[in-house]
T-cell receptor, first 112, second 115 residues
Framework: GQQVMQIPQYQHVQEGEDFTTYCNSSTTLSNIQWYKQRPGGHPVFLIQLVKSGEVKKQKRLTFQFGEAKKNSSLHITATQTTDVGTYFC????????????FGTGTLLAVQP | DTAVSQTPKYLVTQMGNDKSIKCEQN?????MYWYKQDSKKFLKIMFS???????INETVPNRFSPKSPDKAHLNLHINSLELGDSAVYFC????FGVGRVHGYTFGSGTRLTVV
């Protein structure tokens, strides 16, 4: 079945350092979404990328969708303690837009 | 004015019991979902309903039975609870339409502990 893997599983950074998580799908995706889940919280939708090679920015966060639409990345510049949480990518399964398969997640810890 | 609300937030119960989790959304979305998040944080879809119709039914034991009385509500009933059912269960909803982004809105989750 379709798999969406993320690396790394866990990253610990000092506040102010940059952070990147990578997302790889076993199949081509029509779009990719990113979510953030704070410790003890629920996933919160961040962004959706649709076009091949698309790059979108939200303040210190930069999201990229690969040319082949099978991978994506999230880069955070100058991390802050408020960035702590698990970041998930998610893509539609089997071409159905209403069934998201979530990636394995990357837990980001930020030391002040 | 919570968008997706789930109750209860915590549920501790003994093996073999039957329990229900309720979910309601006030976003006017057409589609609702149940996801299970295990101790390793893996999020796995269980069910999806679109306008009260079941459209996704993953490989879930038939002890789990979803019910959608209307498009704003999706409940989850679990029979004969087992230790392995312990997890956080999230309800979510999404809406579709021209120009809309299909991000899911999640509820705050129900932490189920079976003892």
């Amino acid at each position: 079945g379709q798999q969406v893997m993320q690396i790394p599983q866990y990253q610990h950074v000092q506040e102010g350092e940059d952070f990147t998580t990578y997302c790889n799908s076993s199949t081509t995706l029509s779009n990719i979404q990113w979510y953030k889940q704070r410790p003890g919280g629920h996933p919160v939708f961040l962004i959706q990328l649709v076009k091949s090679g698309e790059v979108k920015k939200q303040k210190r966060l930069t999201f990229q969708f690969g040319e082949a639409k099978k991978n994506s990345s999230l880069h955070i510049t100058a991390t802050q303690t408020t960035d702590v949480g698990t970041y998930f990518c998610a893509g539609p399964y089997g071409g159905a837009t209403n069934k998201l398969i979530f990636g394995t997640g990357t837990l980001l810890a930020v030391q002040p | 004015d919570t968008a997706v609300s789930q109750t209860p937030k915590y549920l501790v119960t003994q093996m073999g019991n039957d329990k229900s989790i309720k979910c309601e959304q006030n976003l006017g979305h057409d589609t609702m979902y149940w996801y299970k998040q295990d101790s390793k944080k893996f999020l796995k879809i269980m069910f999806s309903y679109n306008n009260k119709e079941l459209i996704i039914n993953e490989t879930v034991p038939n002890r789990f039975s979803p019910k959608s009385p209307d498009k704003a509500h999706l409940n989850l009933h679990i029979n004969s609870l087992e230790l392995g059912d312990s997890a956080v269960y999230f309800c979510a909803s999404s809406g579709f339409g021209v120009g809309r982004v299909h991000g899911y809105t999640f509820g705050s989750g129900t932490r189920l502990t079976v003892v």
